[in-house]
Nanobody, 124 residues
Framework: QLQLVESGGGLVQAGDSLRLSCAAS????????LGWFRQAPGKERELAAA????????YYADSVKGRFTISRDNAKDTLYLQMNSLKPEDTAVYYC?????????????????WGRGTQVTVSS
């Protein structure tokens, strides 16, 4: 079973950058598509960015397109999310999640394994 642990969250100012990391263990990393979800207070969890098992394809929500970049290093079993030009509306708990190969990596129900999340707070 895949275990996921996020890191890199924190408190930043609007316009700043932050990089999140997600370290995986317990299974073969490249068997999974991966995603970064986020959930703001009082809002539903949303898929912010996702990447296929090979890294060859990616998806971004319109709200983060052009500012966030998702990447993965299969040799290090690690997923990343580079977040630039952060806005107060990016404030949320960010979760790393894994979807087995063969499932659609853009569908939330495809994600079977989840980390515990890391808080990102962007002040104005």
């Amino acid at each position: 079973q895949l275990q996921l642990v996020e890191s890199g969250g924190g408190l930043v100012q609007a316009g700043d950058s932050l990089r999140l990391s997600c370290a995986a263990s317990g299974d073969i990393f490249s068997r999974y598509g991966l995603g970064w979800f986020r959930q703001a207070p009082g809002k539903e969890r949303e898929l912010a960015a996702a990447i296929t098992w090979s890294g060859g394809n990616s998806y971004y929500a319109d709200s983060v397109k052009g500012r966030f970049t998702i990447s993965r290093d299969n040799a290090k079993d690690t997923l990343y999310l580079q977040m630039n030009s952060l806005k107060p509306e990016d404030t949320a708990v960010y979760y790393c999640a894994a979807s087995p190969v063969g499932y659609s990596y853009t569908v939330t129900d495809s994600y079977l394994f989840w980390g515990r999340g890391t808080q990102v707070t962007v002040s104005s």
